[in-house]
């Protein structure tokens, strides 16, 4: 109302300083000023533009829902601030969960120039396809099934990360005896094997465990490359219990590696010289496509791999000064979840590198640890909720619940012969019910995410949306990549596996050993025969 | 509660008081002339004081010997000033009466919501 009374205002001297001006005398003109005055305070009290600068992922118009009974139209864009935090994404099968995931991708590649990482654990060849017909193509590609993908090596990085990964993996009970002796045989070995700085993977430790020759080789070599005389005491303290009794400790511990060092898999997961290195790849922000369609061996596969995205995680938080945001996308990874995956994800989080997941059901988050708490910190570890169309109730009505509650307030009056009076009631309001998550079409979600206000101020949105459709017409054409891999028996190593688990092969070293020594013996016998005087 | 969509016509009638004063016919009552004329004769006086001596008698001498219509239109720019004005009495009066009616009905409402949430 002070707009448009200053407004008016404004005409009426702009119509006195004409007037003056025809009239009276050209001073008048000065008349000009208030009326200059009045129409600055007007544009100062309605500002035009009141929109905040952001960059994000836009994904068109989106419904505030912060009061349901007045809902607002908003342009609905993901922040990079908030998508930099991770978001927890949950949806029944065929609610557009991945297509939501590779639109992020998407976005990622083309807008932010960054790299990312996608743990896709449905294992389609469609989303595949779909990931790269719209632009976002991964740099490098491993796959847990298909064979012409990248290489790794799974006992790479330092002693401590190695140690406490396969301690992860390998030892499935701590608390009793046996998995207390595992560990001990962990961290009594890898310090062994690391030490020798030679290039060395987990078949090479599971030689060494199995094979008494190749803990001796590796003892004896450990000597010659002046390894810690601690390490070697320790390893010769493990080597010194009776071989029927290690072994029974170990037995569990070998069975879990089985499965990593035998079989096709074994080659691309034990590599020498891997195609495909984390560590490097978060340096250089390469764009990561992990295939790992569930199984008992891609969930080994991918608690090992996430083990590590946890240990480059807590790198880049001590001594990386520059850090780049690099994504962490888990899609269909409900059944892959696992107890440290809520440290990991916060450690993420600091690090820039954020942990995104889409899942199913929040049956499957409750069963990691069946008392809830892994629900409570996953949903605390991250920036943002989105709920797509979820069909089973327990779920819906836990995803509406996060949403929170608003204040509805109802006025009633009574008006009669008897009594005249008002009566007010308030009441919480559920913000969503669960019938409305069951309703979404696909691709449409409601969200709860953080977004900037004017002065720099955040808080939390919560909007209805529908995330955009990327064009995947060129999906069609587009088949798995075929991944060259080094010979690894060619590759530098400690080739333990090559060597001791041959035995032609290590037959012939055994016998070229002995005429290497025969022929030392020769040649010293004759310097012995030889008559110096 | 009361808001400027309750108060906004009374700026207005208060913007048009001017504008219908001087266009009143003119009665003689008693003896003393009530009505449109007597208020546009004053405004012109004013505006005649007002303004420059030369400007103010060509003024006064074409308000002498203009129709009845004629005199409206001189005492028009007289009648829009003071109908800012009077809008700006009136917009001053409305806020404070919109500020107090509504602090109290907001309080009341606030307390009545608390009592009725303990």
Known sequence: MLSIMLFVTAIVFLINTMLFCAYVSITGALGLIPTLVCLYIVRRLNPQDQTTEVEGWEIGEGVDIENPDKPKKVKAILEDRALDLGFLGLGSPGSGKSIMAIGLLKYFTEHRKKGWVYWEGKGDLDIYQKTVACGATPNKFFSSELPSSDSINVFSGDTDSVVERLTQILISDESDYYGNAQRSALRKVVPLIKGLNITASLRDLYVVYTREDAAMYVMNLAKEKEVSPDVIEAARMFFDIDEKDRMEQLKGLLNKMDAFVLGKIADRINAYNPTLDLKSSAGKSDSIYFHLPYSKLAKDLAIMLTEEIGEIAKERQLYDKNRQSWPQVYDDWGAFFYENFGPISARCRSAKMPISFLFQSKGQTDRVDGNRIFTTEITDNIGGMFILRINGTDTAKWAAEQFGEYETAELSRTDNTSYEGNNMSVNETPRVKSDTLKNLNAGEAIISCLISGEDGTIRNQRMKVRFPYPDFSEEKDIDWPVIKNHNNDEQEGLHLWRDFMNADRLNALKQQIIEEDQQIEKNHQKLMDVDYL | ?118
């Open chain 2, 1 to 118: 509660m009361i808001t400027w969509w309750h108060y906004f016509p009374m700026i207005i009638l208060a913007a048009l008081l001017p504008f219908i004063a001087g266009a009143l016919p003119t009665k003689e009552f008693k003896g003393v002339d009530i009505g449109g004329g007597p208020v546009r004769q004053e405004a012109i006086n004013i505006m005649a004081n007002a303004l420059p001596e030369k400007v103010g008698n060509e003024l006064v001498q074409e308000f002498m010997s203009a129709s009845k219509m004629d005199e409206y239109k001189l005492y028009l720019p007289f009648a829009l000033n003071a109908a800012l004005i009077m809008a700006w009495l009136a917009f001053i009066i409305g806020s404070v009466v919109i500020t107090t009616n509504n602090w109290f009905s907001t309080n009341r409402y606030y307390s009545t919501r608390k009592a009725a949430k303990e």
